[in-house]
């Protein structure tokens, strides 16, 4: 499935000229981010341009849905049923916004395009989407036949894929001369603490202990036993980065079409690098830790379905107190994930000054899926070699 994804960033789009994108795909605007996720796709404009982003603004859109439509909500706690009606749902939505977003695509790069009439537009987008559509399906196919989840090692194979030319850009600079073996050095050096620090706060936790009161029912004693709740440093992931990534980089992206002069200048400022844009892409990112953590992580359900079943935090009251205890605790961890978020994602800017190394993305949005999909993996196969010899034995 990978090797069909790797050759389909390779196949163009009809009635389209590659050469007139190149000056698009720089650091600074929104077809760079989404050049990453498709795994060099979009700089080509292939039948795989848009990758799988569709289907995770899809996702993203129905996680946020959930908390205000109540048909949402029920099936999220409908269990098998539930999440197959959420997963229909999000299918149809993934379509939708694939189709609106390869007509916007086809609009904006219409410079590109050989002859931009309506039907031309009309049949790049109706390509783009299927292109979305049947990344989607491949996605599936690996998450029932294979291991981990499917959509996340797609989005994974296409960062890693622009590792080789990162390290071929590399060698040309050392044989260049433009940087030395101690920049080399220092940049990998860099690179492996990054990696390091990302695997200790997506695997931390604060554990809080819960303790089950003892019930007798017929002949049989439930609970009297003591537990923990894992709640993440980390709870929100990679999505406050993109989010806050791709409202940033809209101004510089709409500067380079628009040549009005204000916009120019607002677009100015928020330039990668420069100050306005790395203290509000600062404070986007803890803002955005805060509401996705809120909206995902519901403390109130998790205290009531703790007192439904007899658990208690020890010399907490159960019920409200034991929900406001939790709000305080992750409030105060949810600050530690923004801050490490924060610092991960103007990382790569330092990493530039510090080294001298320019073009070789290495941003924390790529460095957290990749780590995350990579240990989310990891942890799938180690269960299933457990559970092939747990097998084995009973045999």
Known sequence: MFAVFRLGTHIPVPGVNPDALEHLFNSGNLFGLMDLFSGGALSKFSIFAMSI??????????????????????????GAEGHKK????????????????????SIGLRAAII???????????ITLTA??????????????????????????????AALPHSLGTMY??????????????????????MVVFVIAIQQGQRRVPISYT?????????????????????????????????????PATIGQFVSVGWVKTVASYFQWGTLTHTITYTLLIIFFTYFYTAVTLKIPDLADNLKKYGGFVPGIRPGQDTADYLDRIMTRITLAGAVFLALIAI?????????????????????????????????????????RHYEGFMK
């Not at 959420?86 to 695509?105: E, N, P």
């Not at 989607?136 to 194979?157: D, K, P, R």
């Not at 990382?347 to 190394?357: G, K």
């Open 214 to 250: 003892k019930r007798v029912v017929g002949n049989k004693t439930y609970g009297g036993h003591s537990s923990h709740i894992p709640l993440k440093v980390n709870q929100a992931g990679v999505i406050p980065i993109i989010f806050a990534s791709s409202l940033l980089m809209f």
């Open 53 to 78: 982003t569709p289907y995770i603004n899809a996702s993203i859109i129905m996680q946020l849905l959930a908390v205000v439509v109540p048909t949402l909500e029920e099936w999220s706690k409908e």
């Open 86 to 105: 959420t997963t229909k749902v999000t299918r149809y939505l993934t379509v939708v916004l694939a189709f609106l977003q390869a007509i916007g695509m």
């Open 347 to 387: 990382f790569p800017m330092l990493i530039a000054n510090a080294t001298h190394i320019q073009g070789v993305y290495f941003g924390g949005t790529a460095l957290l899926i990749v780590v995350g999909v990579a240990l989310d993996t990891m942890k799938q196969i180690e269960s299933m070699v457990v559970m």
């Open 131 to 160: 292109g979305t559509v049947f990344l989607m399906w491949v996605g599936e196919q690996i998450t029932a036949n294979g291991i981990g989840n499917g959509i996340s090692l797609i989005i994974f194979a296409g960062i890693v």
């Open 115 to 125: 002859n931009p009439n309506p039907a031309s537009i009309l049949i790049i987008a």
């Open 172 to 193: 040309q600079y050392l044989q260049a001369g433009t940087i030395n073996y101690f920049n080399l050095f220092l940049f990998l050096f860099i690179a492996l603490a």
